[in-house]
């Protein structure tokens, strides 16, 4: 399923593929116009992180290595 830009004020939020298969190791990612929220799948009302686009594919990038 693609996932481009939402709105603020309703993100999406996709689980990453490499989460453990239990459920208690999961990092949610929404993208956003100004970047990309990431949040604690675990606690979802807790505050969450955001980061610029380029901040992210470096990340992503880097964790493939």
């Known amino acids: ?3 481009g830009p939402q709105p603020d004020s309703e993100p999406v939020w996709f689980k ?5 298969g239990n459920t208690t190791e999961c990092v949610e990612a ?13 606690a979802p009302d807790y ?3 955001t980061v610029s686009a380029s901040a ?3 990340f992503v990038d880097a964790s493939r290595r």
């Open 1 to 3: 399923m693609p996932v």
């Open 47 to 49: 505050p969450s992180l």
């Open 16 to 20: 990453s593929s490499y989460s453990g």
């Open 30 to 42: 929404a993208f956003l116009p100004e970047g990309v929220r990431i949040r604690d799948s675990k």
């Open 56 to 58: 992210w594919a470096w």
